[in-house]
């Protein structure tokens, strides 16, 4: 079985972790394993001596990227519900998937930024605006939303599970080992 890395790229709050939850339960009824590679738990784990500048932000991305490969390389659906803001960053980590010979897919999940601020899971949009925090993906810092996805994900009326119903008709699409 060969695996497969799903990233899920989209501005704070847009709903890309709890797709990615949708996913992967329904991944395992389906008896596919699969792994998400939450960002907030990576960035407390593996990217902890990283900060938010662009630099670091695209260090953060291609560490998270490395994982999300040998994870799929070696038969396992990696989840990524990372922003991953800047579009080069994200095409290094496609790259570094296709040299590897290892399955790769990008889905947008794209919410207008004021249904994510006004879900505001963490309270990120808030503290901007109180002046608390700098360079809010989207807001006041850059978010570059891919120009060709493998996977359009429009959330605004939908529910999670059409949503990640999307992916995995992509999946069953581009990667036949899903289904299976």
Known sequence: MTGVTVWLT???SSGKTTIAHEVAARLAERGTRSQILDGDELREQ???DLGFSRVDRETNV???GFVAELLARNGITALVPVIAPYAGSREEVRAHHLRAGTSYLEAFVDTPLD???GRDVKGLYAR???GEIRGLTGV?????????PDIHVVTVGR????S???ILAALDRRFAMVAG
């Open 10 to 12: 989209g501005l704070p």
């Open 62 to 64: 291609r560490r998270v």
């Open 128 to 130: 901007q605006r109180a």
């Open 140 to 148: 006041d810092d850059p978010y570059e939303p891919p120009e060709a």
């Open 164 to 166: 990640a119903g999307e």
């Open 159 to 162: 529910t999670v599970a059409e």
């Open 115 to 117: 249904v994510c601020a």
């Open 46 to 48: 593996l990217c902890a």
